[in-house]
């Protein structure tokens, strides 16, 4: 199958500023563009591409002051198939892991591991590790918030959002993870398009998505707290410790954001949009 990807987002500055754009799709997925990413700034300014200490593609550019606009589209290559999975993934032991491993352990700038400590042994440390008990931990994250849209804020953190009870895909993400590194399960932030192929669609703006990306049986593998289902045509973006890592735009500078729209659809290959549940 193919799926159309992309983004058109508007900032406005007071003056000549500086940003960081993290948008297009990891290296690993550019094999399956049916063509080149078609790129484009409006007005158009220089672009420095550059890979970041997580290996996710970097723009860097200068935005005039005014009004400035970044927009995308790719058309990619999808097997059609669900997240894979397997049930019987084990959890490794600390001194089994891969250095490169380690660090998704530690606390981070959303992820406070240490407050939800002492509650994540008490809830999950009594389930049979592995793969279930991330599936457990996922699904009592998903149950235990309401997701709002209205309410997102940049200023959650993992804790928070257990106690105020309300979240965004991020914060979903953000819980789940605290709760996996304080038991010793490397865990990672993920950002990227998550459209609604092969499901009911949703009522709502399309937006980037957030998940998260747990190391298992040698493997990094995908869960999704928010929508707590294994989705078609998933397409990475960006990964890190937490959302502090994978802005979709970093500015040197205020800014305001009149215009924002981002789409991930099946597509013919003539381009046209199909309906996602021709791939229940």
């Known amino acids: 199958m193919r799926v159309r990807i992309g983004h058109e987002m508007t900032i406005e500055v007071p003056q000549p500023t500086p940003l960081i754009s993290m948008t297009t799709p990891e290296t690993a ?16 300014v220089p672009v420095q591409n550059y890979v970041d200490r997580f290996g996710n593609i970097c723009r860097r550019m200068v935005a005039p002051a005014g009004t400035f606009t970044l927009y995308s589209d790719i058309t990619v290559n999808d097997p059609g198939t669900r997240d894979e999975a397997d049930f019987n993934a084990p959890e490794w032991p600390v001194e089994a892991l891969p250095p490169e491993v380690l660090g998704f352990l530690t606390a981070s700038r959303y992820v406070e591991t240490d407050l939800v400590s002492d509650e994540a042994w008490a809830l999950f440390g009594h389930v049979a590790p ?16 309401v997701f709002d849209y209205k309410l997102a804020s940049q200023f959650r953190t993992a804790a ?22 304080a038991l010793n399960i490397p865990a990672r932030y ?15 703006p399309m ?42 735009i970093n500015t040197f500078g205020p800014h305001t954001l009149p215009g924002f729209r981002v789409w991930c659809h099946p597509v013919d290959e003539a381009g046209n949009e199909l309906d996602g549940m021709l791939f229940a």
């Open 29 to 44: 997925r550019h094999r399956d563009y049916v063509s080149p990413e078609d790129f484009r700034t409006t007005p158009s």
């Open 130 to 145: 592995g793969w279930n008990r991330v599936q457990h931990i996922v699904d009592h994250v998903n149950g235990s918030m």
């Open 160 to 181: 928070s959002a257990r106690s105020d009870g309300v979240a965004v895909c991020r914060d979903f993400a953000h819980l789940t993870l605290a709760y996996l590194r």
């Open 190 to 204: 993920v950002n990227g398009y998550v459209g609604d192929i092969g499901v009911p669609p949703v009522d709502a």
């Open 207 to 248: 937006d980037f998505a957030a998940w998260i990306e747990v190391f298992l049986g040698g493997k990094w593998w995908t869960f999704d707290p928010r929508n707590n289902q294994r989705r078609i045509g998933r397409v990475v973006v960006a990964r890190g410790m937490d959302a502090a890592d994978v802005p979709l």
